[in-house]
């Protein structure tokens, strides 16, 4: 199983050819926000909502049940890591990093700021 940014979903719901790795993907929970709160503050949610909704129920598709006590811990030592090293990343994209670590999954995203973030494996 491996976790999916925003980016990359949004990419390929675009239409934009993106190939995903042939395994189960897991969907993050601030990811899933993320999504749905760019379907409504889009341009055409009426278009971009059925695309996700249909997009989630793939039999490959996992979504998080949410966050867990331990995520926050995870989160912690992301945040102090980075803050010390003056490298931050948003608040959104440590919860991510928090989950994926957590779950001990690989990330497959195209933002760079995760570069930063050695406390989980970036996938290829």
Not at 40 to 62: A, V
Not at 68 to 81: A, Q
């Amino acid at each position: 199983m491996i976790g999916v940014d925003t980016n990359v979903i949004s990419a390929l719901l675009r239409g934009e050819n993106h190939d995903l790795p042939n395994e189960e993907l897991y969907i993050p929970y601030v990811v899933l926000a993320e999504l749905q709160a760019g379907i409504i503050t889009g341009d055409n949610p009426q278009k971009n909502r059925p695309l996700l909704d249909t997009f989630l129920k793939d039999k490959n598709i996992t979504t998080s049940p949410g966050l867990v006590p331990e995520i926050i811990t995870n989160y912690v030592e992301i945040y102090g890591y980075l803050r010390k090293k003056g490298t931050p990343i948003s608040p959104n994209d440590l919860w991510i990093a928090a989950e994926c670590m957590y779950l001990s999954m690989p990330l497959l995203t195209y933002d760079k700021d995760f570069d930063n973030v050695p406390q989980i494996i970036l996938a290829a």
